[in-house]
């Protein structure tokens, strides 16, 4: 394997460490390795923004390599709004590999500077740079001008935005102009060490132990992935391709959860924009599936707007939440977004609450200075700058999404996991991805899946399960938990990786020389999910947490694909259930000792017992 850069910005010192290959067969790579690492590195009960907090950017084994989709990469520590989550958030686009060809698999980030900084990592090495003059700026005018600065066109930049640098709930990560790691409010961390961003480039090889093997085995993946359906779908119109059959299932988040209904759905389809909009390919590093462009409006008040295709996340955030039918209004409103380094799940959250007050009169034009009708794309935008900048009702918004709507009298306006906001889909037409977000030690993270739709050969389901079925909804949760875990190990994008677990884990054999077969990589799984759980119960996590759930996304739809139907008189039971079948102790949350002792992570069981 590389090596790890550990940067402390409070000393100025930078070293490098050997890649602890001694955790490679327990937890693979990315996210395991990565929360390995935090895990042993601090004191669990430590304040996330304080300076002596670290953060780990990790790449997985597959990063860079020739496989379909390698771009994945991982940014890791501790959720500062829940203060008990570990905290881990995905991005694509090019910055992984080019970490890898600068010769490092990761970087471990600790203290915090005096000045704003940023670092510079390429093949020769780091280098902490001063960052006071990009202080301010947004992120995509952030990584020209720090390209300029270092003089490397070809460099990829993570950054933050102005949400980071004011540390505001949502705050994520973004690189590549328009790649977001956006989970967990990680930007927050990255704020509270002045640290602005992080530029990597270099030129190096991916050592491979069978080159000539592991080339079969990755022009295969390619195929076999291109294939798919899943795979078919985002490349003929981007990941709102779904968005027609999220809507008549119910599941489409409209007006702050209000209505199941969005008559105007057609307009915010991949469909819709493919053949509407000029697109561009703007794909990330190794991917032929190509889910990613660049879009130019060509109709509204915004024809001629350029801007990178939104995803679904958006078309539903910052769409149908908002009331907002015009595709080319989410276009600019989604840019404006990603350059403040905003989570889009968080901002539709935020405005669409605002916008339900304003429509039921809890709010007035005189408390807001503007009005704030469903679909005003401009209002949306004024909601957000006064909660970046913490001014007037975004000094409340500023508390986060659970707290803002309890000092507004209203809890019922936040639709919140944990104070979380929702995964820009209406959960209570899918109860397994319902549990799964309810459930998700890093969450609400996709960490779990749920299969209410997607049989999975691999976990032995071969059937759809049906989405309003309560009793099957725990063993599937547990099963899809184990996979996208080991998944989340690789350093690949999901839409390129549906091929089955065992031609990935012949694929991983070729390139590292080391024995993997689908067992194991469940188990791997298996093993994060019980890291995760005991980092969250060593910090204060208790399992009924996990039922502090929104009041709305308790109440049956009023209309739509889900109308009548909740999750109420069941969900705590099948949280139970899950607990059970993982050997998770409901009064504590506390893995069993002979459940640690399984996985191998004995130094855990005598930290928790």
């Given at each position: 394997?590389?090596?790890?850069?550990?940067?402390?910005?409070?000393?100025?010192?930078?070293?490098?460490?050997?890649?602890?290959?001694?955790?490679?067969?327990?937890?693979?790579?990315?996210?395991?390795?990565?929360?390995?690492?935090?895990?042993?590195?601090?004191?669990?009960?430590?304040?996330?923004?304080?300076?002596?907090?670290?953060?780990?950017?990790?790449?997985?084994?597959?990063?860079?390599?020739?496989?379909?989709?390698?771009?994945?990469?991982?940014?890791?520590?501790?959720?500062?709004?829940?203060?008990?989550?570990?905290?881990?958030?995905?991005?694509?686009?090019?910055?992984?590999?080019?970490?890898?060809?600068?010769?490092?698999?990761?970087?471990?980030?600790?203290?915090?500077?005096?000045?704003?900084?940023?670092?510079?990592?390429?093949?020769?090495?780091?280098?902490?740079?001063?960052?006071?003059?990009?202080?301010?700026?947004?992120?995509?005018?952030?990584?020209?001008?720090?390209?300029?600065?270092?003089?490397?066109?070809?460099?990829?930049?993570?950054?933050?935005?102005?949400?980071?640098?004011?540390?505001?709930?949502?705050?994520?990560?973004?690189?590549?102009?328009?790649?977001?790691?956006?989970?967990?409010?990680?930007?927050?961390?990255?704020?509270?060490?002045?640290?602005?961003?992080?530029?990597?480039?270099?030129?190096?090889?991916?050592?491979?132990?069978?080159?000539?093997?592991?080339?079969?085995?990755?022009?295969?993946?390619?195929?076999?992935?291109?294939?798919?359906?899943?795979?078919?779908?985002?490349?003929?119109?981007?990941?709102?391709?779904?968005?027609?059959?999220?809507?008549?299932?119910?599941?489409?988040?409209?007006?702050?959860?209000?209505?199941?209904?969005?008559?105007?759905?057609?307009?915010?389809?991949?469909?819709?924009?493919?053949?509407?909009?000029?697109?561009?390919?703007?794909?990330?590093?190794?991917?032929?599936?190509?889910?990613?462009?660049?879009?130019?409006?060509?109709?509204?008040?915004?024809?001629?707007?350029?801007?990178?295709?939104?995803?679904?996340?958006?078309?539903?955030?910052?769409?149908?939440?908002?009331?907002?039918s015009d595709p080319g209004k989410v276009v600019w409103l989604t840019d404006y977004v990603d350059r403040q380094g905003l989570d889009g799940n968080l901002a539709g959250a935020m405005v669409s609450m605002v916008m339900e007050a304003y429509d039921r009169d809890i709010l007035t034009e005189d408390d807001l200075g503007f009005t704030a009708e469903w679909g005003d794309e401009e209002a949306s935008k004024k909601i957000i700058e006064l909660l970046i900048n913490k001014e007037g009702i975004g000094e409340t918004l500023s508390q986060g999404l659970k707290d803002a709507a309890e000092e507004l009298g209203h809890p019922e306006l936040a639709v919140h996991f944990k104070g979380e906001s929702n995964h820009a889909h209406d959960s209570r037409a899918l109860w397994g991805q319902f549990l799964g977000l309810v459930v998700s030690s890093s969450g609400p993270n996709w960490e779990i899946l749920g299969l209410d739709l997607m049989p999975d050969s691999d976990l032995g389901i071969e059937e759809p399960v049906d989405r309003f079925d309560p009793e099957k909804k725990p063993k599937s949760a547990r099963l899809s938990q184990m996979k996208k875990l080991f998944?989340?190990?690789?350093?690949?994008?999901?839409?390129?990786?549906?091929?089955?677990?065992?031609?990935?884990?012949?694929?991983?054999?070729?390139?590292?020389?080391?024995?993997?077969?689908?067992?194991?990589?469940?188990?791997?799984?298996?093993?994060?999910?019980?890291?995760?759980?005991?980092?969250?119960?060593?910090?204060?996590?208790?399992?009924?947490?996990?039922?502090?759930?929104?009041?709305?996304?308790?109440?049956?739809?009023?209309?739509?694909?889900?109308?009548?139907?909740?999750?109420?008189?069941?969900?705590?039971?099948?949280?139970?259930?899950?607990?059970?079948?993982?050997?998770?102790?409901?009064?504590?949350?506390?893995?069993?000792?002979?459940?640690?002792?399984?996985?191998?992570?004995?130094?855990?069981?005598?930290?928790?017992?």
């Amino acid at each position: 394997m590389g090596r790890i850069l550990d940067i402390d910005l409070s000393r100025k010192e930078i070293k490098e460490k050997d890649f602890p290959d001694e955790l490679i067969d327990d937890f693979v790579g990315q996210v395991g390795i990565g929360e390995k690492i935090y895990y042993d590195e601090v004191d669990g009960k430590i304040d996330a923004l304080d300076e002596d907090n670290v953060m780990l950017f990790i790449t997985g084994p597959f990063t860079g390599s020739s496989v379909q989709s390698p771009s994945n990469f991982q940014v890791i520590s501790k959720n500062p709004m829940t203060g008990f989550n570990i905290a881990y958030a995905n991005s694509h686009g090019f910055w992984g590999p080019r970490l890898k060809f600068a010769g490092y698999d990761g970087i471990v980030v600790r203290g915090k500077s005096e000045k704003p900084v940023f670092l510079h990592v390429n093949g020769g090495g780091a280098e902490i740079k001063d960052a006071e003059e990009f202080w301010g700026m947004d992120t995509k005018d952030t990584e020209d001008a720090i390209k300029k600065e270092i003089g490397e066109e070809k460099a990829s930049v993570a950054c933050i935005g102005p949400a980071g640098e004011n540390m505001i709930p949502g705050a994520c990560i973004e690189n590549d102009k328009g790649h977001i790691a956006a989970k967990g409010n990680i930007g927050m961390i990255m704020g509270s060490k002045n640290l602005k961003a992080v530029a990597v480039h270099g030129n190096k090889d991916i050592p491979v132990h069978d080159e000539e093997k592991f080339k079969e085995l990755a022009k295969e993946w390619r195929e076999k992935s291109t294939e798919s359906p899943i795979g078919q779908a985002v490349n003929s119109y981007g990941t709102a391709s779904f968005t027609g059959q999220i809507h008549e299932m119910g599941d489409l988040p409209v007006k702050n959860f209000t209505t199941g209904v969005f008559e105007e759905y057609e307009k915010l389809t991949g469909r819709y924009i493919r053949e509407t909009f000029d697109t561009k390919l703007r794909t990330c590093y190794g991917c032929s599936i190509n889910h990613v462009h660049e879009v130019e409006v060509t109709e509204g008040p915004y024809e001629g707007f350029v801007s990178e295709e939104p995803e679904y996340e958006d078309f539903s955030n910052l769409g149908s939440n908002l009331g907002i039918s015009d595709p080319g209004k989410v276009v600019w409103l989604t840019d404006y977004v990603d350059r403040q380094g905003l989570d889009g799940n968080l901002a539709g959250a935020m405005v669409s609450m605002v916008m339900e007050a304003y429509d039921r009169d809890i709010l007035t034009e005189d408390d807001l200075g503007f009005t704030a009708e469903w679909g005003d794309e401009e209002a949306s935008k004024k909601i957000i700058e006064l909660l970046i900048n913490k001014e007037g009702i975004g000094e409340t918004l500023s508390q986060g999404l659970k707290d803002a709507a309890e000092e507004l009298g209203h809890p019922e306006l936040a639709v919140h996991f944990k104070g979380e906001s929702n995964h820009a889909h209406d959960s209570r037409a899918l109860w397994g991805q319902f549990l799964g977000l309810v459930v998700s030690s890093s969450g609400p993270n996709w960490e779990i899946l749920g299969l209410d739709l997607m049989p999975d050969s691999d976990l032995g389901i071969e059937e759809p399960v049906d989405r309003f079925d309560p009793e099957k909804k725990p063993k599937s949760a547990r099963l899809s938990q184990m996979k996208k875990l080991f998944m989340e190990t690789l350093g690949t994008c999901w839409f390129g990786s549906e091929v089955g677990l065992d031609l990935i884990c012949e694929s991983y054999e070729a390139l590292t020389g080391l024995p993997l077969d689908k067992e194991k990589a469940l188990k791997v799984g298996e093993r994060i999910a019980n890291l995760e759980r005991s980092f969250n119960v060593l910090n204060g996590f208790k399992p009924e947490y996990d039922l502090d759930i929104s009041p709305r996304l308790l109440e049956a739809p009023i209309n739509g694909g889900a109308e009548g139907k909740t999750i109420e008189p069941y969900i705590e039971d099948m949280v139970k259930k899950y607990n059970e079948l993982m050997d998770w102790d409901w009064q504590t949350g506390t893995p069993s000792k002979e459940k640690l002792e399984e996985l191998g992570l004995d130094d855990i069981k005598a930290d928790l017992y």
